[in-house]
C-alpha cells in the first residue's frame, strides 16, 4: 500500500482544512486508516483513526469535536476534515495504514504517507 497525503497549508487560528490521504494498492478496505501528527520536537502522535469494519471512529482528546475522520473505499480515500483550528494543531500530518487492527499505536501501522504541513497562524 502506498499513500500520499495532501490538502495541508497555512491558515488562521479558526480556520479550516481538509487534509487527503490518497491509498494505491490492494484491500484498501480492510486497513484501519490513521492520521498522526508530528511538531518540531515532539514524537509522532495519534489524532483520528477509522477502522476497516464499519468505519467505527477515534479521537485524540485534543482534536475531538473539532476535526472528522472519513473514508471512501471506492476512491481509496481518506479524510481528515479539521474545523476550529488552533496554533497548537501545527505539524506534519501523517496518514498511515494498519491491517484488520484498531489502535491508536503508531508501532501497528505498516504503512505511512509523506506527510503534509499544516500550519496555523495565531
Known amino acids: 500500500v502506498q499513500l500520499q497525503a495532501s490538502g495541508g497549508g497555512l491558515v488562521q487560528a479558526g480556520g479550516s482544512l481538509r487534509l487527503s490521504c490518497a491509498a494505491s494498492?490492494?484491500?484498501?478496505?480492510?486497513?484501519?486508516m490513521g492520521w498522526f501528527r508530528q511538531a518540531p520536537g515532539n514524537e509522532r502522535e495519534f489524532v483520528a483513526a477509522i477502522s476497516w469494519y464499519g468505519g467505527i471512529t477515534d479521537y485524540s482528546d485534543s482534536v475531538k469535536g473539532r476535526f472528522t475522520i472519513s473514508r471512501d473505499d471506492a476512491k481509496n480515500m481518506v479524510y481528515l476534515q479539521m474545523n476550529s483550528l488552533k496554533s497548537e494543531d501545527t505539524a506534519v500530518y501523517y496518514c498511515?495504514?494498519?491491517?484488520?487492527?484498531?489502535?491508536?499505536?503508531?508501532?501497528?501501522?505498516?504503512?505511512w504517507g509523506q506527510g503534509t504541513q499544516v500550519t496555523v497562524s495565531s
Open positions: 494498492g490492494r484491500s484498501f478496505s480492510k486497513y484501519t
Open positions: 498511515g495504514a494498519d491491517w484488520q487492527n484498531f489502535t491508536r499505536s503508531r508501532a501497528s501501522y505498516e504503512y
